[in-house]
């Protein structure tokens, strides 16, 4: 079974703090994707890799920052929380080829106060 | 800019009813279609793939796909009321990586 993982299940924070979510996968998927989720919004992307080093941006990057060393890890930063970034934080990751079905890590619920 | 609509429902059915959950697409050239369950306050898990039109079933669960009228669909049989949760579809084109989402339909199912 594919395994996601995710560094935090839930996490407080200040205005201004640096914010790091960190994110694993154990199936060797190229793709990786991070989203945030807020009731009445719905599932919203935020940035993707699809390799090593590699990223792009999604519908909502502002505010944030990716980093993806590692093919199994991807990490999204937060440079300075503010409180309307306070959210479900979901990764989720894909093989990728020609169906590109998604697996989701368990969600962090960040607040920022 | 590509669509994916559900009824927001909330949909209520009685316990041992047919739950069916509908999702309409608008680009044309989506490959692949996907079902996930979301049980509150926990993350989206894949319950059914779909990616040739006709039926697929999957024990009380069966996907039913029309690429002609970009249109997929969700039944449950025999509903049950752990299978109250938020469903989730979700397409792809295939030619990118991401899926597009639905906002999701609240399933409640009454004992």
């Known amino acids: 079974d594919v395994k996601v993982t995710q560094s935090s299940r839930y996490l407080v924070k200040r205005t201004g703090e640096k914010v790091f979510l960190e994110c694993v996968q154990d199936?060797?998927?190229?793709?990786m994707f991070w989203y945030r989720q807020d009731p009445g919004l719905g599932l919203r992307l935020i940035y993707f890799s699809y390799d090593v080093k590699m990223k792009e941006k999604g519908d909502i990057p502002e505010g944030y920052s990716v980093s993806r060393e590692k093919k199994e890890r991807f990490s999204l930063i937060l440079e300075s929380a503010s409180t309307n970034q306070t959210s479900m934080y979901l990764c989720a990751s894909s093989l990728q080829g020609t169906y590109n079905e998604q697996f989701f890590g368990p969600g962090t619920r960040l607040t920022v106060l | 800019q590509k669509e994916v609509e559900q009824n927001s429902g909330p949909l209520s059915v009685p316990e041992g009813a047919i739950a069916s959950l509908n999702c309409t697409y608008s680009?044309?050239?989506?490959?692949?279609f996907f079902w996930y369950r979301q049980y509150s306050g926990k993350s989206p898990e894949l319950i059914m793939s779909?990616?040739?039109?006709g039926d697929k079933e999957d024990g009380r669960f069966t996907a039913q796909l029309n690429k002609a009228s970009q249109y997929v669909s969700l039944l449950i049989r025999d509903s049950q009321p752990s299978d109250s949760a938020t469903y989730l579809c979700?397409?792809?084109?295939?030619?990118?990586?991401?899926?597009?989402f639905g906002s999701g339909t609240q399933l409640t199912v009454l004992p």
């Open positions: 680009d044309r050239v989506s490959q692949s």
């Open positions: 979700a397409v792809n084109s295939g030619s990118a990586r991401q899926l597009t």
């Open positions: 199936m060797d998927h190229e793709n």
């Open positions: 779909i990616y040739s039109n």
